[in-house]
């Protein structure tokens, strides 16, 4: 049970991240604002479900449901880094219109990666 309060507290700081006023701006910019949307969807459903097993006390009943709970706590780990990298790109060059200019060809977003899993 402590852990899934310090998992959405993760998560809620990752929400609160892709909420930023700033990185909301250059997220327009970067052509990224959709799969922005799409992580934040996909955080909030983590959150929901998290909550609705520790309703049904499903996490302190299984393996499994162990299991479950340390890969959502991976992809939170993997979104707030994703966010933070995104954060040292942009500031260390300018903004620019293309959509690719911001990630590398090797990068886990977009096309394949993280969030179109």
Not at 29 to 46: G, T
Not at 87 to 109: A, D, M
Request: glycine fraction near 8%.
């Amino acid at each position: 049970m402590e852990s899934t309060v310090i998992l959405n507290g993760i998560i809620a700081g990752v929400i609160r991240s892709l909420a930023d006023g700033g990185i909301a701006m250059i997220v327009k910019v970067a052509c990224v604002k959709k799969d922005i949307d799409i992580l934040e969807r996909r955080l909030l459903s983590i959150m929901a479900l998290i909550g609705d097993a520790e309703g049904h006390r499903i996490l302190a009943q299984s393996e499994a449901a162990d299991h479950r709970l340390k890969k959502l706590r991976e992809i939170a780990y993997e979104a707030e880094t994703i966010i933070d990298l995104f954060r040292i790109e942009v500031g260390t060059s300018r903004p620019q219109v293309s959509c690719t200019s911001f990630f590398s060809p090797e990068s886990s977003i977009g096309a394949g990666g993280l969030i179109d899993e």
